[in-house]
């Protein structure tokens, strides 16, 4: 648990869609697939597809600009960047420092987390540990993904199930306002590392003649194995951060759950006992955001009015690596 001496609060929230948006009827037009079976399997209706000039730190820019109106911190408060992506706009630098310039501040640390769709709460983990140490007081936690850059259109087993997007939270230690923190679980399981990947583009693959033929650069994914793995970890870590705090699933009053797939959301509500009502959706405007997903959700939730001062909310997510995550926060 957050020691109670420096707690830390999120004191404002944003997110950032692209303009473009892409139906599944869309989708249909260029891959064998249909808007039944697509909704039917996940409960996506369409996702938003970025621009050229929407790259992951233009989008996370302006989801941070957002929040910071929000949180009423000015830019050159911020002593921390930490940003979640597995799109980044190149391998280095960081989109943290990218993000960092086009706010036109300097001298704050900056870093970039990937662990895939788990990545903003694991990102928001090493901020609060940052505020912790009380040498910063103000962190941008960032989730931004331009996943249409990864996927494989002629792909439809994953071209359908994903999106882009930002969301960004600001977490603060020296405030008396906003959501408290009150808790983490994150975990990781490297053996199942080949699940979901994308093989080229790091060192061990680089870009060659034969990577692009072998289409390397882009998602791959064994979407069964993923669906049963998801389903139980991100299950178990629910069970586990709720269990830790002594707190009953029924005490809950909002689940912002990873937005990847209708079915496994469902069975993390019926593992939990909580009523799906109680689960803030928005997948089915768009899609799999990877680690803009919670944040992007949060936000939404904030600002449509679920989430109301007292209310115990639970962040679960799941990803590549493997990786998952729950944090507790007391709105
Ligand atoms: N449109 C139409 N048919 C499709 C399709 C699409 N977009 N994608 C796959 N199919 C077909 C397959 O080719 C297969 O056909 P076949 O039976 O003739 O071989 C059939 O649908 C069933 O495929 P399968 O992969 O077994 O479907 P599924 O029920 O497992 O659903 C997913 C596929 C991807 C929706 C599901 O496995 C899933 O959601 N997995 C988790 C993915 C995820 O959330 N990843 C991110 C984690 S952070």
Redesign the pocket.
């Known amino acids: 648990m957050i020691s109670a001496q420096r707690s830390v609060k999120i004191t404002g929230t944003g997110s950032y869609a692209p303009r473009k948006s892409l139906s599944n009827d869309d989708l249909a037009k260029f891959?064998?697939?249909?808007d039944e079976?697509?909704f039917a399997?996940?409960g996506i209706k369409e996702r938003r597809i970025a621009d050229e000039e929407e790259t992951a730190s233009a989008m996370g820019t302006s989801a941070a600009r957002v929040a910071l109106a929000e949180a009423d911190l000015a830019p050159e408060s911020v002593d921390v960047i930490v940003v979640a992506t597995m799109t980044p706009d190149m391998l280095f630098p960081s989109t943290a420092c990218l993000i960092q310039n086009d706010l036109g501040i300097a001298g704050a640390v900056c870093l970039d987390v990937e662990a895939?769709?788990s990545g903003f709460l694991y990102a928001m983990e090493v901020a609060t540990g940052l505020l912790q140490t009380g040498r910063y007081r103000n962190a941008l936690v960032v989730g931004t993904e331009k996943l249409s850059s990864i996927l494989d259109w002629e792909d439809?087993?994953t071209c359908?199930?994903f999106g882009d997007g930002a969301g960004a939270a600001v977490l603060s230690s020296d405030s008396s306002d906003g959501a408290t923190v009150i808790d983490f679980k994150l975990g990781a399981d490297g053996s199942k590392s080949d699940v979901?990947s994308m093989p080229g583009g790091g060192s061990s693959i680089p870009a060659t003649q034969d990577s692009l033929a072998a289409r390397q650069h882009f998602l791959k994914?064994r979407?069964?194995e993923?669906?049963k793995l998801?389903v139980k970890v991100m299950g178990q870590v629910a069970l586990d951060i709720l269990e830790q705090n002594d707190i009953r699933p029924d005490q809950l009053s909002c689940v912002v759950p990873?937005q990847?797939?209708m079915?496994?959301i469902d069975s993390i509500s019926s593992r939990l006992g909580i009523p799906i009502e109680r689960f803030f959706l928005n997948l089915d405007k768009y899609g799999?955001t990877?680690a803009a997903s919670i944040p992007i959700a949060l936000d939404e939730a904030a600002r449509s009015g679920r989430l109301k001062s007292g209310d115990t909310v639970l962040l679960v997510a799941?990803?590549?690596g493997l990786t998952w995550g729950a944090s507790l926060v007391k709105w």
Not at 31 to 34: K, Q, R
């Open positions: 891959v064998d697939t249909s079976w697509i399997r996940t895939a769709c439809r087993s359908v199930l979901l994914m979407g069964r993923v669906f998801a990873h990847a797939n079915r496994i799999n990877s799941f990803g590549a």
